[in-house]
C-alpha cells in the first residue's frame, strides 16, 4: 500500500502549507492572543484530539512509571518464572489479564515495556528524519539552483524504493538493534519532510519581511532560523505528529519480521511476532500488542488533525 | 505528450542510478564476506572459492573466464567501480547475476516468483477499487448518516493498524474461529498457494491475502472518494444541474461522479504500482510465494544478487506504472496540461 502524505489532498484536506503566511497576519492583531494560544483554544474543543491526547499523555506515563508498580503487580517483564512449565502460556486470568507467553511471562506488563520502547523508536525516529528533513529542505529551499536539483533527485531516488523493503535492507547492512532501528527509520524518513519544508520556505521566502531582513544584513542562517522557521513550525508540528505513528507502525513491522528490537526486549512488533505461532491455540497473545500498537497510531493521527485543524488560522475566519 | 512522456523516461535514468547505486554500496558496505557465507559452516577448497569468486566478480578474470594472478601469484581484486559497471552491463542485457547461496540465475527466480505477486496485486486492486469506491460514495451521498460514521470509523481504525496484524487477526477469524465454529465444514486457507493436493479451491487462497493487501489503501481510497465527491457537490454547476430539477441520483451519475473519480483513479493506480513493489509483510504472514517474501528473505541470507535484482526490477515497474498514471490522469481531465505539471514522484 502508499500512504498519501498527510499533507496532501485526501479528505483531511491540506491547510498545513498556508499556515505559515497565515501565522505572520495572526501575530499582529492582538497581543494576547498568541497564535499557539488560539490553536490550543480551539485544539480543546475538539473531542477526539483531546481523547487521543489523553490517551498518549496515560501511554507515557504507563511506561515512564512502570518499573515503580508493574514488577509488584504483574510480574517482571523480562525473567522468565522460576516454574516455567506451570506458567507457560497461561489463558488470560484476574492474575494475568492478558495470559503469559511460552516462557511464563506476563503479556500485559510486556506490553507496557514494549510501550517504552515502541514509543521511544517512534519519537527519535521522527525525530531524526524531521531535522535531517528540514536540514535538507531548507537547503534545497534557500540556495536553489543545483543544491535544490541535487536534493529532490536525491529524495525522488529514495521514495523510489519500496519502502518496507528498504529499511530492511537497511537493516541487514547495518545490523538490528534499536539504535539501528532509529537510524533507519529515521534516515529513510526524511524525503517527505523535505518537500514539505521546503515547499513551506518557498512560499514564506517570497514575503517582504524576508528581503528587508536580508537588506538589513541578515544572515542566510539568522533568515531561515528567525524568519522562515517559525513561519512554517505548524506544518512541521503536524506533520511529526503524525510521522510518529507511522514510525511505530514501521518499528512493528521491522521487529515482527525479526528485524527490529532483539528480544528479551519486548516491543510491540516482538510481542506480535512472539504470538503468531500460537495463533491457533493462544490467540490472545497476538492480540493485546496489536491493540496496544492500533490505539496509538490511532491517537497520533487524530492528535495530528487536529493540530492541523487548531493552527489553521484560515478556518478561524470562516 | 510525446515529449512529455519523453521526458519522463529521461527523469528514470538518475533515478535508475541512483537506486542501482545505493543497492550497490549497500552491498559492499554489509558485514560478512558472500563467498563464505555460500560455505556457510564447511570449509570450502581453496581453488573452488577462488572460482566462485571469479564467477561472481569480485577478482579479476580474462576474457574467457581465466583468473589472472599478478606478479605475485595473488589474485587481483576487482575494483568496486569496475563491479559497478560490470554489473550495469549485465542489467542492460538483461543478465541480473546469480544467486550466491541457490546458483541459480536471478532472472529466473524472478520470473518464477513475480506471477504470484502480480496475481495478488490485480485481486487486491480490484478489491480496493469496489470497496473502497463504494464505501466512499455511499459515505458521501449519506453524509453523517449511520453509514458514514461507519465508514470513517473503520478507516480511521484500517489506517492505524499493523497491515500484518490484521491480516493475522482474519487468518484467526475466517481461519479458525469460522472452521471450528462450522465444525470444519467452511474455513479459508490461511497460507499458500494451492498444491496438487490442497483442500480448498485454488481461488480461496487469494482471499484473505488480497484483502490484508487491499486493507490501508482500501481505507484511503474511501477517504479521498468521499472528501472529493463532497468538494465536487459543492460546485456552481452541480447548482445549476440540481436548478434544472435533476434528481440527486441523476446529479450524483452524471455530473458529480465523472469529475470526483479523477483523483481516486490516480491513487488506486499509484497504488497498484506500489502493490506490485510486493509486500514482505502480506507475503510473510501467509507464506505467499511472491516477490517480496522472496527479496526478504535473500536479505536475510545476505543473498545480494537477488535483492539487487529483484528490486532494480520492481523500481522499473514502479517507476513505469507511475508515468501510465500520470499520462491517464491528463486524458481523464483536460485540465491538466502535462508539460507544465510538476512530477511529484
Same mark, same amino acid.
Given at each position: 500500500?502508499?500512504?498519501?502524505?498527510?499533507?496532501?489532498?485526501?479528505?483531511?484536506?491540506? @491547510?498545513?502549507?498556508?499556515?505559515?503566511?497565515? @501565522?505572520?497576519?495572526?501575530?499582529?492583531?492582538?497581543?494576547?492572543?498568541?497564535?499557539?494560544?488560539? %490553536?490550543?483554544? &480551539?485544539? @480543546?474543543?475538539?473531542?477526539?484530539?483531546?481523547?487521543?491526547?489523553?490517551?498518549?499523555?496515560?501511554?507515557?506515563?504507563? %511506561?515512564?512509571?512502570? /518499573?515503580?508498580?508493574?514488577?509488584?503487580?504483574?510480574?517482571?517483564?523480562?525473567?522468565?518464572?522460576?516454574?516455567?512449565?506451570?506458567?507457560? &502460556?497461561?489463558?488470560?486470568?484476574?492474575?494475568?489479564?492478558?495470559?503469559? /507467553?511460552?516462557?511464563?511471562?506476563?503479556?500485559?506488563? &510486556?506490553?507496557?515495556?514494549?510501550?517504552?520502547?515502541?514509543?521511544?523508536?517512534?519519537?527519535?525516529?521522527?525525530?531524526?528524519?524531521?531535522?535531517?528533513?528540514?536540514?535538507?529542505?531548507?537547503?534545497?529551499?534557500?540556495?536553489?539552483?543545483?543544491?535544490?536539483?541535487?536534493?529532490?533527485?536525491?529524495? /525522488?531516488?529514495?521514495?523510489?524504493?519500496?519502502?518496507?523493503?528498504?529499511?530492511?535492507?537497511?537493516?541487514?547492512?547495518?545490523?538490528?538493534?534499536?539504535?539501528?532501528?532509529?537510524?533507519?527509520?529515521?534516515?529513510?524518513?526524511?524525503?517527505?519532510?523535505?518537500?514539505?519544508?521546503?515547499?513551506?520556505?518557498?512560499?514564506?521566502?517570497?514575503? /517582504?519581511?524576508?528581503?528587508?531582513? !536580508?537588506?538589513?544584513?541578515?544572515?542566510?542562517? &539568522?533568515?531561515?532560523?528567525?524568519?522562515?522557521?517559525?513561519?512554517?513550525?505548524?506544518?512541521?508540528?503536524?506533520?511529526?505528529?503524525?510521522?510518529?505513528?507511522?514510525?511505530?507502525?514501521?518499528?512493528?513491522?521491522?521487529?515482527?519480521?525479526?528485524?527490529?528490537?532483539?528480544?528479551?526486549?519486548?516491543?510491540?512488533?516482538?510481542?506480535?511476532?512472539?504470538?503468531?505461532?500460537?495463533?491457533?491455540?493462544?490467540?490472545?497473545?497476538?492480540?493485546?500488542?496489536?491493540?496496544?500498537?492500533?490505539?496509538?497510531?490511532?491517537?497520533?493521527?487524530?492528535?495530528?488533525?487536529?493540530? !492541523?485543524?487548531?493552527?489553521?488560522? @484560515?478556518?478561524?475566519?470562516? | 505528450?510525446?515529449?512529455?512522456?519523453?521526458?519522463?523516461?529521461?527523469?528514470?535514468?538518475?533515478?535508475?542510478?541512483?537506486?542501482?547505486?545505493?543497492?550497490?554500496?549497500?552491498?559492499?558496505?554489509?558485514?560478512?564476506?558472500?563467498?563464505?557465507?555460500?560455505?556457510?559452516?564447511?570449509?570450502?577448497?581453496?581453488?573452488?572459492?577462488?572460482?566462485?569468486?571469479?564467477?561472481?566478480?569480485?577478482?579479476?578474470?580474462?576474457?574467457?573466464?581465466?583468473?589472472?594472478?599478478?606478479?605475485?601469484?595473488?589474485?587481483?581484486?576487482?575494483?568496486?567501480?569496475?563491479?559497478?559497471?560490470?554489473?550495469?552491463?549485465?542489467?542492460?542485457?538483461?543478465?541480473?547475476?546469480?544467486?550466491?547461496?541457490?546458483?541459480?540465475?536471478?532472472?529466473?527466480?524472478?520470473?518464477?516468483?513475480?506471477?504470484?505477486?502480480?496475481?495478488?496485486?490485480?485481486?487486491?486492486?480490484?478489491?480496493?477499487?469496489?470497496?473502497?469506491?463504494?464505501?466512499?460514495?455511499?459515505?458521501?451521498?449519506?453524509?453523517?448518516?449511520?453509514?458514514?460514521?461507519?465508514?470513517?470509523?473503520?478507516?480511521?481504525?484500517?489506517?492505524?493498524?499493523?497491515?500484518?496484524?490484521?491480516?493475522?487477526?482474519?487468518?484467526?477469524?475466517?481461519?479458525?474461529?469460522?472452521?471450528?465454529?462450522?465444525?470444519?465444514?467452511?474455513?479459508?486457507?490461511?497460507?499458500?498457494?494451492?498444491?496438487?493436493?490442497?483442500?480448498?479451491?485454488?481461488?480461496?487462497?487469494?482471499?484473505?491475502?488480497?484483502?490484508?493487501?487491499?486493507?490501508?489503501?482500501?481505507?484511503?481510497?474511501?477517504?479521498?472518494?468521499?472528501?472529493?465527491?463532497?468538494?465536487?457537490?459543492?460546485?456552481?454547476?452541480?447548482?445549476?444541474?440540481?436548478?434544472?430539477?435533476?434528481?440527486?441520483?441523476?446529479?450524483?451519475?452524471?455530473?458529480?461522479?465523472?469529475?470526483?473519480?479523477?483523483?481516486?483513479?490516480?491513487?488506486?493506480?499509484?497504488?497498484?504500482?506500489?502493490?506490485?513493489?510486493?509486500?514482505?509483510?502480506?507475503?510473510?504472514?501467509?507464506?505467499?510465494?511472491?516477490?517480496?517474501?522472496?527479496?526478504?528473505?535473500?536479505?536475510?541470507?545476505?543473498?545480494?544478487?537477488?535483492?539487487?535484482?529483484?528490486?532494480?526490477?520492481?523500481?522499473?515497474?514502479?517507476?513505469?506504472?507511475?508515468?501510465?498514471?500520470?499520462?491517464?490522469?491528463?486524458?481523464?481531465?483536460?485540465?491538466?496540461?502535462?508539460?507544465?505539471?510538476?512530477?511529484?514522484?
Amino acid at each position: 500500500m502508499i500512504y498519501p502524505s498527510p499533507t496532501q489532498n485526501i479528505g483531511m484536506q491540506a @491547510k498545513a502549507e498556508s499556515t505559515g503566511a497565515a @501565522k505572520a497576519n495572526a501575530g499582529d492583531s492582538s497581543a494576547s492572543r498568541t497564535l499557539w494560544g488560539d %490553536a490550543f483554544g &480551539r485544539l @480543546k474543543k475538539n473531542k477526539l484530539a483531546i481523547i487521543a491526547a489523553v490517551w498518549i499523555i496515560f501511554i507515557i506515563l504507563v %511506561a515512564l512509571t512502570a /518499573d515503580l508498580w508493574v514488577p509488584q503487580t504483574l510480574g517482571d517483564p523480562t525473567a522468565t518464572a522460576a516454574n516455567m512449565a506451570e506458567s507457560s &502460556r497461561l489463558a488470560p486470568s484476574l492474575e494475568h489479564p492478558f495470559g503469559t /507467553d511460552t516462557l511464563g511471562r506476563d503479556v500485559l506488563s &510486556r506490553v507496557i515495556y514494549g510501550a517504552r520502547i515502541s514509543l521511544t523508536v517512534g519519537v527519535v525516529a521522527t525525530g531524526i528524519s524531521t531535522i535531517l528533513g528540514l536540514i535538507m529542505g531548507a537547503i534545497a529551499a534557500y540556495y536553489g539552483g543545483i543544491w535544490d536539483t541535487i536534493i529532490m533527485r536525491l529524495a /525522488d531516488i529514495f521514495l523510489a524504493f519500496p519502502y518496507t523493503l528498504f529499511v530492511v535492507a537497511m537493516i541487514a547492512v547495518i545490523g538490528n538493534g534499536i539504535q539501528n532501528v532509529f537510524i533507519a527509520i529515521g534516515i529513510l524518513g526524511w524525503p517527505s519532510i523535505a518537500r514539505v519544508f521546503r515547499s513551506a520556505i518557498l512560499s514564506v521566502k517570497e514575503n /517582504d519581511y524576508v528581503d528587508a531582513a !536580508r537588506a538589513m544584513g541578515a544572515s542566510d542562517v &539568522r533568515i531561515v532560523a528567525r524568519h522562515i522557521f517559525p513561519n512554517s513550525v505548524a506544518s512541521i508540528v503536524v506533520y511529526a505528529t503524525m510521522n510518529i505513528g507511522g514510525a511505530i507502525l514501521t518499528e512493528s513491522a521491522l521487529s515482527f519480521l525479526g528485524m527490529g528490537v532483539v528480544p528479551p526486549n519486548p516491543s510491540w512488533g516482538t510481542l506480535i511476532q512472539d504470538g503468531q505461532q500460537y495463533l491457533q491455540t493462544e490467540p490472545w497473545l497476538m492480540i493485546l500488542p496489536g491493540l496496544a500498537i492500533l490505539s496509538t497510531v490511532l491517537a497520533f493521527t487524530l492528535l495530528g488533525d487536529g493540530l !492541523r485543524d487548531a493552527l489553521d488560522v @484560515k478556518m478561524k475566519d470562516a | 505528450m510525446v515529449k512529455y512522456i519523453a521526458k519522463r523516461i529521461l527523469q528514470f535514468i538518475p533515478v535508475f542510478l541512483g537506486v542501482t547505486l545505493i543497492l550497490f554500496i549497500m552491498q559492499n558496505v554489509v558485514p560478512g564476506d558472500p563467498i563464505k557465507l555460500i560455505a556457510g559452516e564447511r570449509k570450502l577448497d581453496p581453488q573452488v572459492e577462488l572460482n566462485l569468486r571469479a564467477t561472481h566478480g569480485f577478482i579479476e578474470t580474462d576474457a574467457d573466464g581465466k583468473i589472472i594472478y599478478d606478479e605475485n601469484g595473488d589474485t587481483i581484486d576487482t575494483p568496486l567501480w569496475k563491479r559497478y559497471v560490470v554489473y550495469l552491463t549485465n542489467l542492460l542485457q538483461g543478465n541480473l547475476g546469480t544467486s550466491y547461496q541457490r546458483g541459480t540465475e536471478v532472472t529466473a527466480i524472478i520470473a518464477q516468483k513475480y506471477p504470484y505477486t502480480v496475481q495478488l496485486a490485480l485481486v487486491a486492486i480490484v478489491i480496493e477499487a469496489i470497496v473502497g469506491i463504494g464505501a466512499g460514495i455511499i459515505s458521501a451521498i449519506k453524509r453523517y448518516s449511520f453509514w458514514d460514521i461507519l465508514v470513517t470509523l473503520v478507516t480511521s481504525l484500517l489506517v492505524a493498524m499493523p497491515a500484518f496484524w490484521f491480516g493475522m487477526l482474519l487468518q484467526l477469524i475466517f481461519g479458525i474461529w469460522l472452521k471450528d465454529l462450522t465444525g470444519g465444514v467452511i474455513a479459508l486457507p490461511i497460507s499458500g498457494v494451492a498444491g496438487p493436493i490442497s483442500k480448498y479451491p485454488a481461488w480461496t487462497y487469494y482471499i484473505l491475502p488480497a484483502c490484508t493487501l487491499a486493507a490501508v489503501s482500501t481505507a484511503y481510497t474511501a477517504r479521498i472518494m468521499r472528501s472529493q465527491l463532497l468538494d465536487v457537490m459543492n460546485q456552481d454547476y452541480i447548482r445549476t444541474a440540481k436548478a434544472k430539477g435533476l434528481s440527486k441520483g441523476a446529479i450524483i451519475r452524471k455530473h458529480a461522479l465523472k469529475n470526483a473519480l479523477i483523483p481516486v483513479v490516480t491513487y488506486v493506480g499509484m497504488d497498484f504500482g506500489a502493490m506490485l513493489a510486493g509486500a514482505i509483510l502480506t507475503e510473510t504472514v501467509f507464506s505467499w510465494p511472491g516477490i517480496g517474501r522472496e527479496t526478504y528473505i535473500a536479505i536475510t541470507q545476505r543473498d545480494w544478487p537477488i535483492v539487487m535484482g529483484t528490486v532494480t526490477v520492481i523500481v522499473c515497474v514502479v517507476m513505469i506504472i507511475n508515468l501510465i498514471v500520470d499520462v491517464s490522469y491528463a486524458f481523464l481531465d483536460p485540465r491538466i496540461r502535462l508539460g507544465s505539471s510538476k512530477n511529484e514522484g
